[in-house]
């Protein structure tokens, strides 16, 4: 199973634009001096009842240097912004979490209980007062700049790239070579931009000795992909382009118990895959992926894997397109948790299991999309999954005029990288023995959808 997360779920790029939507009032600093009225008198404080609540749910990014609109570290930096706080979980957009709640427990379920909700409102409703600063509990201890431990080790992009203020960009790539000249665990592994303000994703890649991924480019230095060469081929033994870590909005870094890690082999380069969207004003970014190492040599390995179908033709005005992936187990192997990807139609994808008996498994029900959270639900109970099981899913579109997030409903609309194209993607991570070779986790070739290539989704 994987290691437990205050999750950041608010490290949203443009997250005062969206908080503005939601809310429907100005995100500018509220006056710290306002009074806030009382409409209900109630016990209920910040230190003794809201603090405990905000540490557990949204100090993991509502602090400084995380991207949020504003911090919750202290009373003083969350009082201003009490009302919408409690617009916020009242509505249940904050924080946001989209399983249905009818299928399996995730560990990193965010949505608060109903009685945190109260509590929050009650605390507004009561004038938002401070309390007895006794009643504080301990700082919890951050890593400026990460959510995971310390990083033992950290690659950056070479030197900042510059962002304009408007236009469309194509994803850029940087190959880093890790030195590592033996095989090297990775229990802990965060990808973290330094202006979340327009990173909309990273995605770093292991990219083995020998492998054809990105052959002959250059290292250290930024390009776009080129076309790939009709003569690749697929590493001989390894996957091609191993996925170790991705960011978005709302995507926790990977963190693993002991005895499970992710492997970067000798000799290996980090392939950052970088996709920026300009906000209205110049800017640069130089992201970077910090690792913590494993103690020793795990018992599991852990991979990312993913089911998708690229070959939809969604028409236009359609509100309800279907669109079907599924990638079928050689080996036995325990699932961790799953990752729904689509762009701005995504309307709502399920998970379901087809065990070798013949028995189906519903395992996540994703039932309203939304495109603006990258969301990993992780297994609260990891699966043990036979080898021959059907991991399937389904998603549907809504390609009309009704989606408000549809940037053109008279469109045809494909597979693409950018947003306003589509994808869709089922990633899970797996845990498998470690001595086995992960090219024996792939579908045979031809007969199912294996691991991206050079030309990998986006998160």
């Known amino acids: 199973m994987r290691r437990t997360l205050a999750i950041g779920v608010w490290q949203l790029c443009m997250a005062a634009s969206l908080l503005g939507q939601m809310a429907g009032m100005s995100t500018r600093t509220p006056d710290p001096a ?7 008198p109630s016990n209920v404080t910040f230190t003794k009842d809201v603090a405990p609540i905000v540490q557990q749910n949204c100090q993991s990014c509502h602090r400084p240097g ?15 912004w009490a009302v919408m706080m409690k617009q916020m979980v009242v509505t249940r957009a904050m924080p946001p979490w989209f399983e249905d709640g009818k299928t399996e427990k995730f560990e990193n379920n965010r949505s608060l209980t109903q009685a945190q909700i109260d509590t929050i409102a009650a605390w507004v409703d009561a004038g938002a007062p401070e309390g007895d600063p006794k009643d504080m509990p301990p700082p919890v201890d951050f890593v400026a700049g990460w959510t995971i431990p310390k990083p033992d080790i950290i690659y950056q992009l070479p030197h900042p790239f510059a962002i304009p203020a408007t236009g469309i ?9 890790t030195g590592f000249t033996k095989d090297t665990w990775v229990q802990d592994v965060e990808a973290a931009p330094t202006d ?18 990105f ?33 978005a909005p709302g995507q926790p870094p990977d963190m693993f118990v002991p005895g499970q890690a992710k492997l970067i082999p000798a000799g290996s380069d980090i392939v950052l895959e970088v996709h920026y969207m300009p906000e209205g004003k110049a800017t640069t970014d130089q992201a970077q992926v910090g690792l913590v190492l494993a103690k020793e040599a795990p018992k599991d390995r852990a991979m990312t894997l993913s089911a998708g179908n690229e070959d939809f033709k969604i028409p236009p005005g359609d509100p309800d397109y279907r669109v079907d992936a599924s990638f079928t187990l050689r080996r036995d192997v325990t699932l961790l948790g799953m990752h729904p990807h689509m762009h701005m139609r995504g309307k709502d994808m399920s998970y379901r299991l087809i065990l070798p008996s013949g028995e189906t498994r519903n395992i996540l029900n994703v039932p309203h999309y939304n495109w603006r959270w990258q969301l990993w639900y992780n297994l609260a109970k990891p699966i043990d999954l036979p080898a021959g099981t059907r991991i399937e899913c389904t998603a549907h579109y809504d390609n009309s005029a009704k989606n408000p997030d549809n940037p053109d409903p008279t469109k045809t609309v494909t597979w ?19 001595d086995t070779p992960s090219k024996e986790l792939l579908p045979m070739p031809k007969t199912e959808t294996a691991l991206r290539t050079p030309s990998s989704p986006s998160q």
């Open 34 to 40: 306002a009074k806030i009225p009382v409409t209900k």
């Open 215 to 247: 052959k002959g480019q250059p290292t250290e230095t930024f390009f776009e992909a080129p076309k790939a060469k009709t003569d690749e081929k697929a590493q001989k033994d390894d996957v091609p382009s191993d996925w170790l870590v991705g960011y």
């Open 416 to 434: 693409g990288q950018q947003s306003f194209d589509e994808m869709m993607v089922c990633f899970f991570n797996v845990a498998f023995p470690a």
């Open 66 to 80: 995380e991207g949020t609109p504003f911090s919750m570290m202290t009373y003083e930096d969350a009082r201003p």
């Open 196 to 213: 979340r303000s327009v990173v909309h994703h990273i995605v770093a890649y292991v990219r083995r000795p020998g492998s054809n991924y």
């Open 169 to 177: 960009m194509e994803y850029q790539y940087v190959i880093v070579p």
